[in-house]
């Protein structure tokens, strides 16, 4: 499982894979279950025009199977809601809806995002927000290490505000 790789998203040719994901009943926590062809693509081109923001599909062999956004937390999505510290990188991540899910492939996928951010000398945490509710991502956020430090109230939803150290990631991999 682990033949992944990442390329930048393109907001043109990707719309229509991403809009079949964000929109599927699966991937409520994205928040975009009403979002047209084209809201898809406006979103993921002003991220692609964001200088604070980037997104990318992941690959499994040659499918795309995820969807990463990597994000500069003092910017963009947590701005004056916490305090950042350097080197402190904001992560989303999304897998591809499947009917024939594999054990263990979530957990394959959060890994493989995780070190593709770690692979930057500069991040220091990575910190993520995912709603309160989401239960699952809360259990693989802990299994690679990340640490819950308070519920947040963003506009949105009410989050949990968590982090993980390149130390942390490193010891919940062994």
Request: charged share 25%.
């Amino acid at each position: 499982m682990n033949r992944f790789s990442i390329r930048p998203l393109d907001p043109r040719a990707d719309a229509e894979l991403v809009h079949g994901w964000v929109t599927h009943p699966k991937s409520v926590y994205w928040m975009m279950q009403e979002a047209s062809l084209t809201d898809v693509e406006r979103e993921y081109m002003a991220i692609a025009a964001a200088e604070h923001h980037d997104a990318y599909i992941g690959l499994h062999g040659s499918t795309p199977a995820f969807l990463m956004e990597r994000y500069d937390p003092a910017h963009v999505e947590l701005k004056g809601l916490y305090d950042p510290e350097p080197g402190d990188v904001g992560m989303h991540f999304l897998v591809a809806p499947t009917d024939t899910p594999v054990h263990g492939f979530t957990r394959a996928v959060i890994t493989a995002v995780m070190t593709e951010l770690f692979a930057d000398p500069a991040t220091r945490r990575v910190v993520v927000e995912p709603d309160i509710r989401n239960t699952a991502v809360h259990a693989l956020n802990k299994a690679v290490g990340f640490e819950a430090l308070r519920e947040l109230a963003k506009p949105e939803k009410t989050a949990l505000l968590s982090v993980c150290t390149r130390a942390a990631f490193e010891g919940a991999r062994r």
